[in-house]
């Protein structure tokens, strides 16, 4: 019954209009951003850089490398964005509407149901990260061709790759994102299960992470950043350190679990102690 | 079929139900009466397992719902006011839905209750283009798919007009010769409770204020009609006997406790007055219920059958 109960979740989650909105303006953004680059003096810097430091330049401008510079803007802004929103309507939107009432009058224990619909809130954040890495190395590709990857963030990275290293880890790149998706979706679904409306729960959600990210990087908390939520959900730009810390991002990924545990035990506490009224 | 034993609700600073004792046959078609914010939803909430009682036992099909939700929600089926459906979906597909919370379904078993809810041939469209009387035809379906024994109607035909109304009293009635269902029917609409129920509870302010067979409800007010020469001067020989008390509109004494109407017929006959008919009172739900809500009916409380 489970597999079949979280098949109808599915269907209920990718039944609505507003769960493609994240993937549409995902598309909307990379092509933007691609075209930008393409017919805009915007990758000069990153040419400069590259040549500046013995390499050409046309070998690592590609595909692979547009498409990993475009994951940054998506994976600050628009992945936490679509992740909570669809995260914050999970079980909110369900009691709003009234069909949360509709479903417990059957026979389901509160916490099954809680799981089946963290589990489709997963997967729709594995799904969004899939197409965010696929849409962005296709459309990337399409403009720019194959060729190795160069990843440059002022003061943390410097890293070139053949290409099909840098595929490499422009993969497990996104594994890693998923954990981070997960994460912000969880956090977005506890509160969820709190008696708010589903905006409620997802702006909420936001504020957490952006005043964590905006925190952490105030130099006073430099120190602490261990602490914060976000720096361990940017683990997975350590891949493109190299050596890649493997040892710190195992650390930030139990972490992250351990979140994820954490949310879910929460918002089902929560979920349980509660009056479900018309 | 249902039990409720001391069942209180609070939501502070106000109990929306206290003390509420309330049993249910297997079965019968059970009236909840009461004013909006009775205590009635908040009853049916707990009975669903919805709503945590502060206090007591709820036993639905003989297992605690607080306890034991899955085995005491086996064979129920609820339909809210205004049910609601995931709207962007089929009617099909909700059913699927809905369904499959209680155990697997099969398709034949949707056909064979969609066409006994009258809703074939348009379960694949949308539900959002579905009228009212559809949506209740389709909040009767998801009840129905998981073969119920107790059936829970809290205000099904709220925001239907006449024409459904009256349907929906025809398909409780169906629902109960065909299907053998217990039905709880709470609702506002007295004519309707009147017509379709063996027994009734009425709340008010989170109490029970009367259960009992309708035909309890309607002798409870303890009124008798007197048709006497002067009904004024009989009342104020009787009251000043101390056989009454008090009088209602319309010819009608309220004997005192464990006076007979034989005691008042001697006592008046004694003084000279002509009695021409002494008899009880037998009074419309709908008077009943407004005397109990006025506070001027006895809630007769008739624990259980």
């Known amino acids: ?278 | 079929m249902i039990q409720l034993r001391q069942v209180s609700k609070l939501f502070a600073p106000q109990w929306a139900v206290r003390g509420l004792d309330l049993e249910i046959a297997r079965g019968e078609i059970f009236g909840l009466l009461g004013h909006n914010g009775a205590g009635k939803s908040t009853a049916i909430g707990m009975m669903l397992g919805q709503v945590w009682p502060t206090a007591g036992d709820i036993l639905v099909g003989g297992h605690d719902v607080t306890l034991h939700r899955r085995r005491a929600l086996e064979k129920v089926g609820a339909i809210f006011e205004s049910p609601a459906f995931y709207d962007f979906l089929s009617g099909w597909r909700n059913l699927e839905i809905f369904s499959h919370y209680s155990a697997r379904t099969t398709p034949a078993r949707m056909r064979e209750v969609i066409d006994w809810v009258g809703l074939a041939g348009r379960e694949h469209g949308r539900v959002k283009t579905y009228s009212h009387g559809m949506r209740a035809r389709l909040a009767l379906a998801q009840a129905l798919l998981p073969k119920p024994e107790l059936l829970i109607l809290d205000e099904p035909s709220d925001g239907l007009d006449p024409e459904g109304i009256h349907e929906m009293r025809q398909t409780i009635r169906r629902l109960h010769r065909e299907l053998g269902l217990t039905i709880l029917l709470s609702s506002h609409l007295l004519s309707e409770v009147e017509q379709l129920c063996t027994r009734i509870a009425v709340m008010k302010q989170g109490r029970k204020v009367f259960e009992g067979s309708l035909a309890q409800a309607r002798l409870a007010q303890d009124g008798v009609r007197l048709r006497t020469a002067d009904f004024a001067a009989a009342a104020d020989l009787l009251t000043r006997a101390g056989l009454i008390t008090g009088t209602l509109d319309g010819g009608v004494i309220r004997p005192g406790p464990g006076i007979g109407t034989d005691e008042i017929v001697r006592r008046l006959v004694a003084a000279g007055m002509p009695v021409f008919e002494i008899a009880p009172v037998e009074q419309t739900l709908e008077g009943f219920y407004l005397a109990l809500m006025n506070g001027s009916a006895s809630g007769n409380v008739n624990p259980s059958p």
């Open chain 1, 1 to 278: 019954m489970w597999l079949i109960q979280l098949r109808n979740e599915l269907w209920k989650l990718f039944g609505k209009k507003r769960t493609y909105l994240g993937f549409l303006m995902i598309v909307l953004a990379q092509n933007i951003f691609i075209l930008t680059f393409r017919f805009s003096h915007a990758s000069r810097n990153a040419i400069q850089v590259l040549e500046g430091n013995g390499y050409p330049a046309a070998a690592f401008m590609s595909g692979l490398t547009i498409a990993t510079i475009l994951i940054f803007p998506m994976v600050y802004l628009l992945l936490p964005l679509y992740t909570s929103l669809v995260g914050g309507d999970l079980v909110a939107k369900e009691a709003e509407d009234g069909t949360l009432r509709m479903i417990l009058c059957r026979p389901i224990s509160r916490v099954q149901l809680l799981v089946i619909k963290w589990l489709a809130g997963a997967i729709f954040a594995l799904l969004l990260v899939l197409f965010l890495g696929v849409s962005g190395f296709l459309f990337a590709s399409a403009w720019f061709g194959w060729g190795g990857l160069f990843v440059f963030v002022p003061g943390e990275i410097f890293s070139v790759y053949d290409p099909w290293s840098g595929l490499r880890f422009y993969v497990a790149a996104h594994g890693l994102m998923v954990i981070k998706a997960v994460t912000v979706m969880g956090l977005a679904f506890m509160l969820s299960c709190f008696n708010v409306k589903p905006a409620a729960a997802t702006i909420l959600a936001l504020s957490i992470i952006f005043v964590s990210f905006i925190m952490m990087n105030i130099p006073y908390f430099k120190d602490l950043q261990v602490w914060f939520v976000t720096y361990h959900l940017n683990a997975w730009q350590w891949l493109f350190l190299q050596p890649v810390p493997y040892w710190k991002i195992a650390s930030s990924m139990s972490l992250l679990a351990g979140f994820n545990f954490t949310f879910l035990l929460v918002g089902v506490t929560v979920f349980h102690s509660r009056d479900i009224k018309s």
